[in-house]
């Protein structure tokens, strides 16, 4: 069995700012993980990606998040928020079994000017 | 363009009244899958294909109905909807079913009366 728990269901930052939104999980299996950002009104799109290759992960618009086995955790973390950073964020896990995809609950970030 | 398009976008409709939610990408994924997001539960999976004419029950089947007679094409049909389905719904498309890299539609918010 799998699962994820995102620990903050809301972030708020200043623009500016560094964001973190925390992610921990558990797997049976060596897992793989995701984020994915939702914007209002559209649909998922994939941030970045660990696959047991770097432990860093580095993904788009400044993003990057950490695999860190012994914490079982993948925070993701962008060192200036921007304003269009205001999001949804999903943290995803995949065992590789037959248990497929478990979505976290979600953290919402808000972005203070 | 590589896309998933979910069709109606928006629709309001009554207890009891059939109705359909199309979903077709254009990247040949074999692996198609339907969740609904709720607040406060994140993204559950109603139910998934793994390609043409496979498909099986995620976290939450009731009420509904899949077909995958084309690759292509994954519509989500609900015989008898009632208000407990009012929600967002997605449909997504990958190479397999672990490999996380999902493609998400722009979702289809349903409103049952």
């Known amino acids: 069995a799998q699962s994820v728990t995102q620990l903050d269901s809301h972030v708020s930052v200043s623009e500016g700012t560094p964001v973190l939104l925390r992610c921990n999980y558990s797997?049976?299996?060596?897992?793989?993980l995701f984020w994915y950002v939702q914007h209002p009104n559209k649909g998922l799109q994939l941030l970045l990606k660990?696959?047991?290759?770097?432990?860093l992960v580095k993904g788009i618009n400044g993003f990057e998040a950490e695999f860190k086995k012994s914490e079982t955790s993948f925070h993701l973390t962008k060192p200036s928020a921007h304003m269009s950073d205001a999001a949804e964020y999903f943290c995803?896990?995949?065992?590789?079994?037959?248990?497929?995809?478990?979505f976290g609950k979600g953290t919402h970030l808000i972005i203070q000017p | 363009e590589a896309q998933v398009t979910q069709n109606p976008r928006y629709l309001i409709t009554v207890t009891g009244k059939k109705l359909t939610v199309t979903c077709s990408q254009n990247?040949?994924?074999?692996?198609m899958s339907w969740y609904r997001q709720d607040p406060g539960l994140g993204l559950r999976q109603i139910y998934y294909?793994?390609?043409?004419?496979?498909?099986d029950k995620g976290d939450v089947p009731e009420g509904y109905k899949v077909s995958r007679k084309e690759k292509r094409n994954f519509p989500l049909i609900l015989e008898s909807p009632s208000p407990n389905q009012t929600s967002l719904y997605f449909c997504?498309?990958?190479?397999?079913?672990?490999?996380?890299?999902?493609?998400f539609g722009e979702g289809s918010r349903l409103t049952v009366l």
């Open positions: 997504a498309s990958s190479w397999g079913a672990n490999t996380g890299e999902l493609f």
């Open positions: 797997s049976s299996y060596s897992p793989s």
């Open positions: 660990y696959t047991s290759a770097a432990t």
């Open positions: 995803v896990v995949s065992g590789g079994g037959a248990d497929g995809l478990t």
């Open positions: 990247m040949n994924h074999e692996y």
């Open positions: 294909s793994m390609n043409v004419e496979v498909t």
